[in-house]
């Protein structure tokens, strides 16, 4: 679930997507017929859907034309979350056993990251690109993993289990829950992570916290 620059909320289900207009809160204004239950789904920079499935396909829809074009990828396994980078040159497609499979704007495979770091897969429930496509970042149980696109390596895990000499990270509400929400800052340099309970805070890209930053909580969001 999403909203979109003119504040229409945009929301996945079973085999659509649906569109409400917040604005009236009077339903959903349109619906994106997508055939297969729909996974995950992001927009591309010219405007249109792309949509992952549970049966591994890649579906496009055209909200000028409503139509869809689907580009099937049913032998590479199913898909659990997809991301768009903000170039429109790339989509990432990760699945339930880690792996993340990479294409062009049209759909076209072009190379596949994962397992992680520790060669074990976990499954990928949401994804981001950052600003400038060169990372992204992969939440996966509870690790975020950081991955080098060019070089389609992963280049650092951001743990979210404490160790048991960690005692800052044994009482952050980050870890005993999970985060809910990433994303990075605009200079691609960070990446924020939001807590359950408010708490917000900064990584590096080589997956250590940020010492410059300090964990905000909801009264600094205003929330």
């Known amino acids: 679930m999403d909203f979109l620059p003119d504040g229409t909320l945009e929301g996945a289900g079973p085999g659509a ?49 409503d139509s869809v074009r689907s580009v099937e990828h049913a032998q590479g396994g199913p898909l659990s979350a997809v991301a768009t980078n903000r170039q429109g040159t790339m989509i990432a497609g990760g699945g339930p056993d880690g792996r993340i499979r990479l294409f062009d704007a049209q759909g076209n495979p072009t190379g596949e990251l994962g397992p992680g770091l520790d060669g074990v ?33 992963s280049r650092a895990v951001i743990n979210l289990t404490p160790k048991p000499d960690d005692k800052a990270a044994v009482t952050s509400p980050l870890v005993r829950q999970g985060a809910i929400a990433f ?24 997956g250590t916290p940020d010492r410059k930053s300090t964990r905000l909580n909801s009264s600094h969001l205003g929330i």
């Open 17 to 65: 997507v649906r569109f409400l207009d917040t604005s009236r809160l009077s339903g959903a204004r349109h619906v994106a017929a997508l055939g297969a239950d729909v996974a995950g789904v992001d927009f591309l920079r010219g405007g249109e859907l792309v949509a992952g499935t549970s049966s591994g396909d890649l579906n496009f829809w055209y909200p000028e034309s």
């Open 183 to 206: 994303a990075f800052t605009g200079a691609s340099d960070l990446l924020a992570t939001m807590e359950p309970a408010g708490g917000l805070r900064l990584w590096r890209l080589d």
């Open 121 to 153: 897969g976990e499954c990928v429930t949401r994804m981001r690109f950052s600003p400038d496509g060169k990372t992204l970042a992969a939440l996966c149980e509870n690790t975020i993993r950081l991955w080098d696109v060019a070089a389609k390596k």
